[in-house]
T-cell receptor, first 112, second 113 residues
Framework: EADIYQTPRYLVIGTGKKITLECSQTMGHDKMYWYQQDPGMELHLIHYSYGVNSTEKGDLSSESTVSRIRTEHFPLTLESARPSHTSQYLC???????????FGDGTRLSIL | QQQVKQSPQSLIVQKGGISIINCAYE??????FPWYQQFPGKGPALLIA?????SEKKEGRFTISFNKSAKQFSLHIMDSQPGDSATYFCAARQNTGRRALTFGSGTRLQVQP
């Protein structure tokens, strides 16, 4: 069983709020990723990190930001949530570049 | 523009049967082709992966077949079991630039007892 954790699992919140989605892994992986997935649809990379203090934007444009201050922690922040941010957000990690091995169970975000 | 096209969208197979999911791509710069399995309410899990220098890779009941000239690859699940019921995603990674994974749209597999 992979040790990658996301919190919260579900979040329903009003427009304009600041949100932070947490992701932690205990495997010591350097590479971490955030994907966005709408129900029944493919995953789209929105952020990735190859190590501490390294972050890059993915293929899908996102208004969210990320930080990587510690190897095990890769939080995603939305400064002002909007209904268009409603989606599922999946965090992943791996040892090899662009080969995400383990995913968390996701955060289902709903912005009212 | 979808770079990795996956079919079928959904699949129903009887227990013990063979499940086959297909993916096709256009970008010849892809160099790594993984398959992920996702159960409801869970994140995807890496199932099996192949590189274009081999035509087939087998792990237990799961086999990837790769046809480089046709730019197609497929997942075969032998002796399908109800516990295999999940959504399966193929993906491909580009060997240039950012080298990010591009995912297919997913196949929802239901194995009936």
């Amino acid at each position: 069983e992979a040790d990658i954790y996301q919190t919260p699992r579900y979040l329903v919140i009003g427009t304009g709020k600041k949100i932070t989605l947490e992701c932690s892994q205990t495997m010591g992986h350097d590479k971490m990723y955030w994907y966005q997935q709408d129900p029944g649809m493919e995953l789209h990379l929105i952020h990735y990190s190859y190590g501490v203090n390294s972050t890059e934007k993915g293929d899908l444009s996102s208004e969210s930001t990320v930080s990587r201050i510690r190897t095990e922690h890769f939080p995603l922040t939305l400064e002002s949530a909007r209904p268009s941010h409603t989606s599922q957000y999946l965090c992943a990690s791996g040892q090899v570049e662009n080969q995400p091995q383990h995913f968390g169970d996701g955060t289902r975000l709903s912005i009212l | 523009q979808q770079q990795v096209k996956q079919s079928p969208q959904s699949l129903i197979v009887q227990k013990g049967g063979i499940s086959i999911i297909n993916c096709a791509y256009e970008n010849t710069a892809f160099d790594y082709f993984p398959w992920y399995q996702q159960f409801p309410g869970k994140g995807p899990a890496l199932l099996i992966a192949i590189r274009p220098d081999v035509s087939e890779k087998k792990e237990g009941r799961f086999t990837i077949s790769f046809n480089k000239s046709a730019k197609q690859f497929s997942l075969h699940i032998m002796d399908s079991q109800p516990g295999d019921s999940a959504t399966y995603f193929c993906a491909a990674r580009q060997n240039t630039g950012r080298r990010a994974l591009t995912f297919g749209s997913g196949t929802r597999l239901q194995v009936q007892p």
